[in-house]
């Protein structure tokens, strides 16, 4: 080594070769930017699909009637643990509120069925003794009204489990006939022509004959009773469901009140007649098709009264043996 020399020392700074690739390959730096950025937002998005759907997929339950918790909806960043355990509470709450109501219903329709036992067995002393007098008569049209509201408030008291329990398989077109028969003979008394069209001729519904039979004579009725002359129910099978709709010629219901008419104990005249219902028909047909995974419409129709349009999925006969 030779003396009294001079050395130079050139340290490259990592920063400086980077920002010499950005300033040489600036195009390649912003797509690679730009990817990463999609990538995140990706991610980001993935992630709250996930979620979404699973919230979707729990609120479309609870709406058909189904109170069970999702512990699913509990995990997850603390913004959407909060969301989930607030949902699930809400579940919980409107659980024990839905089974104090039915509780309630089902012991109301209980202690109510023992003296209407007994009313039945003394009109039919008070026949035997006096004969067809008008009293006996009077009090035999009272008891089939309790007798129908009792009815109503059992099935409205029954909950999902207790439906999905009931189910079997049922043939359409033997499904509502003793329903038709009996609205016929409704319609006939009250002097009003009862029209149906195309019944089913096949197909298939798992089902609670019961529920589904007290369904469609709610409906029926209710279209009789507030017609002035005309009723028609037409039956349509379409992608995979049957499709029931209702006409009547009577005065409708207003737009605004419409989906009122499904609440309970709601009427539309507050002056309830003996002959008028108690608002409980419509409530116990709602109920009854959504947990039969259905759906029921209301709109005005072409007679220019109510339109009731009900639409129930049925089940293939491919799908048949694998459903049973």
Not at 283 to 289: E, F, G, N, R, Y
């Amino acid at each position: 080594m030779q003396k009294n020399q001079i050395y130079f020392i050139n340290t490259k700074s990592i920063s400086s070769n980077f920002f010499n690739l950005i300033l040489n390959y600036p195009t390649e730096f912003f797509i690679f930017i730009i990817a990463v950025h999609v990538l995140v937002i990706f991610w980001i998005y993935w992630n709250l699909s996930k979620i979404t759907k699973k919230f979707k997929y729990a609120i479309n339950l609870v709406a058909k009637g189904n109170r069970k918790k999702f512990p699913e909806l509990e995990r997850g960043p603390k913004s959407i643990l909060s969301i989930g355990i607030k949902f699930n509470n809400m579940i919980y709450a409107l659980d024990c509120t839905e089974n104090m109501q039915k509780c309630l219903l089902s012991d109301i329709s209980h202690e109510l069925c023992i003296p209407l036992t007994r009313l039945k067995l003394i009109t039919a002393l008070i026949r035997r003794r006096y004969g067809d007098v008008f009293e006996a008569s009077r009090i035999e049209i009272e008891i089939n009204r309790l007798d129908y509201i009792i009815k109503n408030l059992f099935i409205l008291s029954r909950n999902h489990i207790q439906i999905e329990n009931s189910k079997n398989l049922l043939q359409l077109c033997t499904l509502w006939n003793n329903v038709l028969v009996n609205s016929q003979f409704e319609a006939d008394k009250q002097g009003k022509i009862l029209k149906i069209i195309s019944l089913p001729k096949q197909g298939y519904i798992i089902g609670d004959l019961d529920a589904l039979e007290s369904a469609l004579e709610n409906i029926i009725r209710n279209a009789i009773e507030y017609s002035n002359k005309k009723v028609s129910v037409a039956f349509y099978m379409r992608n995979s469901q049957v499709v029931i709709i209702v006409d009547d010629d009577g005065p409708g219901i207003k737009k605004n009140i419409r989906e009122k008419v499904f609440q309970p104990f709601y009427t539309i005249d507050n002056n309830r007649s003996e002959n008028r219902g108690i608002g409980l028909g419509l409530t116990i047909s709602k109920k009854v098709i959504l947990q039969h995974n259905g759906n029921i419409q209301i709109d005005k129709g072409p007679l220019k009264g109510l339109r009731l349009i009900i639409s129930i999925p049925t089940i293939h006969k491919k799908t048949l043996k694998h459903n049973l």
